[in-house]
């Protein structure tokens, strides 16, 4: 009985750990996190009754039940080095040229990598069993922190495999999810704990945690890139086959790396890696290139602190400290009410940011933001700028508490809350100026009407100068008044009316669109065109008949009747035509309607501005075929955020890949 209890553990114990193989490291799970947990706990119920049967690498054994009174020193081995730097294309060519004249050769092929954001740590492996793991702290000795180290799940406590090393020492980065840290830090702030100002901080805070149980409650994950100690010869020639080796111990290595040739192929993988940066859910600061071939890299040595075959390409910083001067609100198009900060500019992601997105009430809350305070502000990608954190220490005595407006700061009138909300509005809807110049910037937008020329700055003048009050009347100017305005003149004059002109010729889809109604973006506009074909029949469908269609749910279909339903609206909608604004009945596609044609595309990870079904029935409208999953017949593959094994497998087979906004822009 008790051998047959044995030996249930066993089979029970490796099920787990060969998932989480395939979970972490292969990254194509073969059961659910449901059944996962299930047999997790069906594990611990027997080990509980049988403990004599339990062993250190049991899954169930990460997370042991005490605090610790601090942190062991650990002597490094071999020191752990930090990494030279180039910042620029001149600086990779020259990097790359003085390791061709030292090596004398004709061509290097590197090892290129993202550089992860995290924390660099040792993990030692005795007769494969986890043995010890420590930070790298000022690289000959870092802290030992093994019980942390073991409460994440994607390293392994035992390694896979038959003939492995007495020792081996693997190292990696710690670092936390995107996706782990924004949920991490939302709980902190309802808890009132201490937030982290980014995933790296978060990711350095928990590992130095003194409790690990609290460390095995945050989201870490691991990616190893190198080797240290060993205790044998292996019989490897270079970085990437040792790190394979690695790979099939079970310790997951990061999927982007991959061989490069020469400066130029580093080049590319580096602008690759920086299109996709904004998609990955976790944080990088850049590429590391690094010699392959071993041999070669023991030729070239070290300098001081740092490898002279390896070095880091940074990628501009996408986070920054600066001041908030002032805080004051926003009215946007449809009325929301949205706090921003004025900062003291500073540059981030390579672009100097003076404002940022305080979201609403709620956030500014939550976050505890004052005028004075000294804050990280991050701008990812297009993301607009946000504020991420307070440095309280860095409160100044006089900072100043935000408090939100009951009044509209335009038009004054009183501001509602929605039910179910978390934004203030104005309800003065076009009677409200802010609103009335959002409208007409919005009518006159790219994705719009289209109307060259007349710019943001231009709209707010000519509303204020009382030229303006709704789109119509941008079609009934007059020139003399136009070319008086502050800085217009004659002939700015004479091309903006040819513009408004030319514009008058559009299509429904775009009209729809122009008309600026609440979540009626341009997915929902060419639904409503292609389906309905006529503005009157769109403005007298029911929101009953609305929802039969694809991807309009009760919302929006409320929205659209609501808009119909205001006189004021349909008297625009009305000047409009009558000023004539036409469009082209709608056809049925032609070449030049479908860009895509013949293309297989597949889409992965999550879009922000489209429903995965309408991304779809965009492409297919342009003329693709939209396939499930990735193959070398695919054409393209457009990744929205947290993007996973797909886009990985697409790097691999060098296909095309793009981001949400290049499928927006088509
Ligand atoms: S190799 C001798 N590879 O960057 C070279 N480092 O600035 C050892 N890092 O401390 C480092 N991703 O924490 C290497 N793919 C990668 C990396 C990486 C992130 C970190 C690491 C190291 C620092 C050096």
Redesign the pocket.
Known sequence: MSEKIQKQIETMRSDLNDNAYHYYVLDDPTISDVEYDKLYHELVELENQYPEYISDDSPTQRVGDKPLDGFKQIQHEIP????GNVFSEEELIDFDKRLLDLAELTEIKYSA????DG??VSIVYVNGKLQQAAT?GDGAVGEDITANVKTIKAIPLSLRGNELPEKLEVRG?VIMSRKGFDEYNRQAELLGEKTFANPRNAAAGSLRQLDPRKTAKRPLMFYA??IGVVSEELPFNTHLETLNWVKSLGIPV?AFNQICIGALGCQKFHQMIGDVRSTLDYDIDGV?Y?VNDLALQKKLGFVTK??RW?T?HKFPAEEATTTIENIDVQVGRTGSITPVARLKPVVVGGVTVTNATLHNKDEIRRKDVRIGDRVFVRRAGDVIPEVVKVIKQKRPKDSVEFIMPTHCPVCETELHKIEGEAVLRCPAGLFCDAQRKEAIKHFASRKALDIEGLGDKLVELMVDEGLIKTPADLFHLDKQEVSDLERMGEKSATNLLASIESSKHTSLDKFIYALGIREVGEATALTLAQQLKDIHIVAKTTAEDLEELPDIGPIVAKRITQFFADEHNLAVIEQLLDAGITWDKIETPTKESQPLLGKTIVLTGSLSQYTRATAKSKLIELGAKVAGSVSKNTDMLVAGEKAGSKLTKAVKLGIEIKDEQWLVDL
């Open positions: 752990m080095l930090s990494l990598e993202p550089k992860l924390l660099a790298r980065e890139y190198s990061n590391v690094k740092s490898p390896a880091a």
